[in-house]
C-alpha cells in the first residue's frame, strides 16, 4: 500500500517554550513539525508592527518565501489594564524599552512589570495572555488564528514553569500562576491552546489544498 507523505510545517519561533508548546499541540495532527535548526540562514525578522497580526504575517511569509515550505508564526503578548495594555505587542521587549536593560530578558520584563504594579490591589491587576497565529503557504494564501486567557498579575514571582511572563501571570479558575502549573495543565488552558484549538480544524486541509493555479 502506497503511504502518503505528511504535509511539513515549519514553525518560525526563536522561543523554545512557545516550539515546546506547539509540538504538545499540533502533534496529533498528520503533519511533519520543523523549527528553525532545520534553516540556521533564517535572517531575524523584525517585529516592529502595532499589531499581533502584521507581526505574526511577517514572520510567517518570510518563513515560507525562505523554506519553500509552509510556516506558523505565532506573535503573543501580555496587556495589563492597569498599563493601559501595555506592554502588548512589546511584550519580549518590555523591559529593554524602559532603559532597564539592554538584551531582551524574561527575568527583566517580569521584574519590570512587578515594580511598576508595585503596591496596586489584586482587584486592578487583571491582565490577558493573547496570542496570533499566522500560517503562510509559498503560494501566498494565509490562515489566521486566535486566542486569549484572562488573569491577573501577581504580587511576586511564582513558580519555575513554563517560560517568560509565566510565573506572574495568576489563572484565577486554577489559583495559580503559570509558573506553578504542569505544562499539561497551561496546554488546556492557555491563549495558545486557545489559538491552536482554533487553528487545527483549518490547518490540515490548508496545506492539503491546491492553492491558486
Ligand atoms: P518569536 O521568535 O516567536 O517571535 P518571541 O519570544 O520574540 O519569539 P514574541 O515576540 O511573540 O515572541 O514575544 C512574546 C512575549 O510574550 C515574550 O516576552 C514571551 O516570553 C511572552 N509570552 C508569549 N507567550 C507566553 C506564554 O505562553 N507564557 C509566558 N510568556 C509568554
Known amino acids: 500500500m502506497k503511504t502518503l507523505k505528511k504535509p511539513t510545517l515549519v ?3 526563536t522561543n523554545l517554550g512557545k516550539m515546546r508548546e506547539f509540538r504538545e499541540h499540533l502533534g496529533d495532527l498528520q503533519i511533519e513539525l520543523a523549527d528553525l535548526s532545520a ?3 533564517f535572517p531575524e525578522v523584525a ?3 502595532d499589531s499581533y497580526v502584521e507581526n505574526a504575517r511577517a514572520k510567517a511569509k518570510a518563513a515560507a518565501v525562505h523554506t519553500g515550505l509552509p510556516a506558523l508564526a505565532d506573535d503573543s503578548g501580555l496587556e495589563v489594564d492597569a498599563l493601559d495594555g501595555r506592554p502588548g505587542v512589546r511584550s519580549a521587549r518590555f523591559a529593554v524599552d524602559l532603559g532597564l536593560c539592554t538584551a531582551r530578558s524574561d527575568d527583566a520584563n517580569n521584574r519590570a512589570l512587578l515594580d511598576q504594579l508595585s503596591g496596586l490591589d489584586s482587584v486592578k491587576r487583571s491582565a490577558r495572555f493573547r496570542c496570533v497565529l499566522v500560517v503562510a503557504h509559498p ?3 494565509e490562515c489566521i488564528a486566535q486566542g486569549a486567557c484572562e488573569g491577573q498579575i501577581g504580587d511576586r514571582l511564582r513558580g519555575t514553569n513554563g517560560f517568560g511572563y509565566d510565573p506572574v501571570f495568576f489563572e484565577p479558575t486554577i489559583q495559580a500562576t503559570f ?3 504542569p505544562a499539561a495543565q497551561k496546554r488546556a488552558i492557555s491563549h495558545r491552546a ?3 484549538r482554533d487553528l487545527h480544524s483549518k490547518l490540515v486541509d490548508f496545506l ?3 492553492g491558486p493555479q
Request: charged share 30%.
Open 139 to 141: 503560494d501566498g494564501r
Open 47 to 49: 517585529e516592529d508592527a
Open 39 to 41: 534553516f540556521p540562514d
Open 179 to 181: 509558573g506553578e502549573i
Open 194 to 196: 486557545v489559538a491552536c
Open 11 to 13: 514553525i518560525a519561533t
Open 208 to 210: 492539503q489544498s491546491p
